[in-house]
Each structure stands twice: as structure tokens, then as C-alpha cells.
């Protein structure tokens, strides 16, 4: 079972809660729970989570590592026939992960340190926008899917092309035959409202605050990391390293985090939109108390009757 969605959308409650109904394990597909020191802030499942199912990938790699999409894919798929009797459930939000399990990718060729050091020095040079426009002059195709603040990808997709001279759309399709055959996949898009969602994202970070975050981050930089490598970068590292290096106060810095995660569930929607357009659609937050009980118990029972006809 595949469960996919935007950040702060109930998607890992409702993993959780469908693990206990059916017997399941929960396997992260989420790029920045994988890692190690950052549980709270990359909402990583707690002790009570961790008590009514078991859970696989989550904080398990360390932040010094750089985690590929066919990595967690050979991680995934180990974790999936591992599971027994169980029902392997897939949560995150990282589409290229989901992606990758579901349909297969081609592994492309390593970046050389001078591409990732030319793409770093242009991005510096040029800003988003700049690069962005330089990107479309070689790929159009990528660069219209991605946005000029999407700093990450767009590094990623201009390394790809300048490295191997070829798209990195193009090394997506050519994944059809790397695809794991002896697998079916039910899935599910958790899309509740806009605003909702994006309160959601506030409330959460807000709470993650009084939670500890600042203080957790606060022991991720005296790690030492290579501020490129990608755990440095996920939500709310950036602004509050910002701000105990003096350079926000924490007011502004815990509101560019909110905004920030705002744009990251608006393009994870769009993404999921526009990828998984045949799954389930689900909105776990339309009716808070007897709705998601009814929710629940409608897919559990969906769930059954797949599995008893599937064997």
C-alpha cells in the first residue's frame, strides 16, 4: 500500500492508523525522515507511534550521507519482503521516491565534483532565476516543471544534463524495465483543502518550536556538516541555523519556515496531482471524529477484500 502526499496533509496518522487496523509496517518514503538528528523536525514517528506498529527507514541514515532515489528504492524493496505476513504500507511525501519503488528508474551516472562545483559557483552567480533561465536553454522540458526557488532540483537537473548531455527526464523514461514486476501497489493521495493544509503546516511548526526544534537543530550544526549536503536543507534547518547564527530573530525565522513549508506542500500537491492522478483520493480531515472513523474502516475493509482476492 502506497500512501502519498504533502507535508502536514494527516498522511502519517493515517498510515499509523491503517497499520493497526491491518496488521501493517510502516515504511518511510520520505527523504528527510531518513535521516539521523532530526527526528522532530522532519516529524519522524515518537515513541507512542512506534509502540502500535513497527517502522522501517526512518532516522536511519546518517546526515553525512547524500540518500539516491534508487538507493531508498533497493532499501524500500528489501524492507517490503521483509515484512512477512505483514502489509508493507509505503508514507511520505517524496514523489521521486514513490515513483521510483512504483515504476523503476535509470541510475544516473555520477555527477564529477567540477559539474557540482560549476552548478554551486552559477547558482551563487546567478540566483535561482538566473539559473533557472540557463536550464531551460538546455532542458526546457525540466525546467518548466520546476520553480526558479526549488534550489535543490534545479542544481540536480542542471548537474544531469551539463554531466551526461542528457535530460534528467530522459534517464526517468527510460526506467520502464527496472520496475519490480512481482509487486502491486494500492494507492492513496491524501489531499485535504488548501487552507487547511497550510494551517496545518503553521500550527505544526509552531508546535515543533515548543517541542524543541530550535534546540535540536542547535546540536545538528555543531555536527560540523557540509551545509550542501541534502539534511542540511530540510525544513527549518536553513531558518533557524539563520537565526542562531544571529542573522534573524527567531520570529522571523520561525515565519520564513512556515512560508517555506507552505511552498513545499504547494508544489508536493501539484506533484501529486499530476503524477498519481489514478490513486484514491482521501481527505482523512474533512470530518475530524465519526468521518474518520468511517474512513478508516471503508479502506480497511478495501484493503481485506484486495488482499483475500490477491491471496
Given at each position: 500500500m502506497?500512501?502519498?502526499?504533502?507535508?502536514?496533509?494527516?498522511?502519517?496518522?493515517?498510515?499509523?492508523?491503517?497499520?493497526?487496523?491491518?496488521?501493517?509496517?510502516?515504511?518511510n518514503a520520505?527523504?528527510?525522515?531518513?535521516?539521523?538528528?532530526?527526528?522532530?523536525?522532519?516529524a519522524?514517528?515518537?515513541?507512542?507511534?512506534l509502540?502500535?506498529?513497527?517502522?522501517?527507514?526512518?532516522?536511519t541514515?546518517?546526515?553525512?550521507?547524500r540518500m539516491?532515489?534508487?538507493?531508498w528504492?533497493?532499501?524500500?524493496?528489501?524492507e517490503?519482503?521483509g515484512?512477512?505476513?505483514r502489509?508493507?504500507?509505503?508514507?511520505?511525501?517524496t514523489?521521486?521516491y514513490?515513483?521510483?519503488l512504483?515504476?523503476g528508474?535509470?541510475?544516473v551516472?555520477?555527477?564529477p565534483?567540477?559539474?557540482?562545483?560549476a552548478?554551486?559557483?552559477?547558482?551563487?552567480h546567478l540566483?535561482g532565476?538566473?539559473?533557472?533561465?540557463?536550464?531551460?536553454?538546455?532542458?526546457?522540458?525540466g525546467a518548466?516543471?520546476?520553480?526558479p526557488g526549488?534550489?535543490q532540483?534545479?542544481?540536480r537537473?542542471?548537474?544531469?544534463v551539463v554531466?551526461t548531455?542528457?535530460?534528467?527526464?530522459?534517464?526517468?523514461?527510460?526506467?520502464?524495465?527496472?520496475?519490480?514486476?512481482?509487486?502491486?501497489?494500492h494507492?492513496?493521495?491524501?489531499e485535504?483543502?488548501?487552507?487547511?493544509?497550510?494551517?496545518?503546516g503553521?500550527a505544526?511548526f509552531?508546535?515543533?518550536?515548543?517541542?524543541?526544534?530550535?534546540?535540536?537543530?542547535?546540536?545538528?550544526?555543531?555536527l560540523?556538516?557540509?551545509p550542501?549536503?541534502?539534511?542540511?536543507?530540510?525544513?527549518?534547518?536553513?531558518e533557524?541555523?539563520?537565526?542562531i547564527?544571529?542573522?534573524?530573530p527567531?520570529i522571523e525565522?520561525?515565519?520564513?519556515?512556515?512560508?517555506?513549508?507552505?511552498n513545499?506542500?504547494?508544489?508536493?500537491?501539484?506533484?501529486f496531482?499530476?503524477?498519481?492522478?489514478?490513486a484514491v483520493r482521501?481527505?482523512?480531515?474533512?470530518?475530524?471524529h465519526?468521518?474518520?472513523?468511517?474512513?478508516?474502516?471503508?479502506l480497511?475493509?478495501?484493503?481485506?477484500?484486495?488482499i483475500?482476492?490477491t491471496?
Amino acid at each position: 500500500m502506497v500512501i502519498g502526499g504533502p507535508t502536514a496533509s494527516g498522511k502519517s496518522r493515517l498510515a499509523l492508523d491503517l497499520a493497526v487496523r491491518l496488521g501493517g509496517t510502516v515504511i518511510n518514503a520520505d527523504s528527510m525522515q531518513v535521516y539521523q538528528g532530526l527526528a522532530l523536525l522532519t516529524a519522524q514517528p515518537g515513541p507512542g507511534d512506534l509502540t502500535q506498529a513497527p517502522h522501517r527507514l526512518y532516522g536511519t541514515v546518517a546526515p553525512t550521507q547524500r540518500m539516491s532515489a534508487a538507493h531508498w528504492r533497493d532499501l524500500a524493496l528489501a524492507e517490503i519482503r521483509g515484512c512477512g505476513d505483514r502489509l508493507p504500507i509505503l508514507v511520505g511525501g517524496t514523489g521521486l521516491y514513490l515513483r521510483t519503488l512504483m515504476h523503476g528508474i535509470a541510475e544516473v551516472p555520477v555527477i564529477p565534483d567540477d559539474v557540482r562545483a560549476a552548478a554551486k559557483a552559477l547558482h551563487a552567480h546567478l540566483g535561482g532565476p538566473g539559473l533557472h533561465q540557463d536550464l531551460a536553454a538546455r532542458d526546457p522540458e525540466g525546467a518548466a516543471r520546476l520553480a526558479p526557488g526549488d534550489t535543490q532540483r534545479l542544481v540536480r537537473a542542471w548537474e544531469v544534463v551539463v554531466a551526461t548531455g542528457r535530460p534528467l527526464g530522459d534517464w526517468h523514461r527510460v526506467a520502464a524495465d527496472t520496475g519490480p514486476a512481482d509487486l502491486s501497489f494500492h494507492t492513496l493521495v491524501v489531499e485535504p483543502p488548501r487552507d487547511r493544509l497550510y494551517a496545518n503546516g503553521d500550527a505544526r511548526f509552531v508546535a515543533m518550536m515548543g517541542q524543541g526544534a530550535l534546540e535540536e537543530v542547535r546540536a545538528f550544526l555543531d555536527l560540523g556538516l557540509d551545509p550542501d549536503l541534502p539534511a542540511m536543507k530540510a525544513l527549518g534547518v536553513p531558518e533557524l541555523a539563520a537565526h542562531i547564527a544571529g542573522h534573524l530573530p527567531l520570529i522571523e525565522a520561525v515565519a520564513l519556515a512556515q512560508r517555506h513549508t507552505r511552498n513545499y506542500a504547494k508544489r508536493q500537491s501539484t506533484w501529486f496531482r499530476n503524477q498519481m492522478p489514478d490513486a484514491v483520493r482521501v481527505d482523512p480531515g474533512a470530518d475530524p471524529h465519526s468521518g474518520y472513523e468511517k474512513l478508516i474502516e471503508s479502506l480497511s475493509s478495501e484493503i481485506f477484500a484486495i488482499i483475500r482476492k490477491t491471496g
